[in-house]
């Protein structure tokens, strides 16, 4: 049974294709790209919201 598996995996990954070495490091650019603004959106509204939390704390 596990032997099976392992062996259909194995046949599966035969059967992808896989990206060239231009297209990875392309996908990975945009990947990054978008996390790096990603993170500065969530940043900036993290900020955006411990301003006004505080703001209405100190009412």
Known sequence: MIRKY???SIAELHN???PTRKQGIRITT???IF???AASILGF????FAWG???LLAL
Do not use: C, G, N, P
């Not at 509204?45 to 955006?48: C, E, P, S, T």
């Open 6 to 8: 392992i062996r259909d």
């Open 16 to 18: 992808v294709t896989w």
């Open 30 to 32: 945009i990947v990054f």
């Open 35 to 37: 996390m790096i603004v």
């Open 45 to 48: 509204l993290d900020q955006l």
């Open 53 to 55: 939390i505080r703001a």
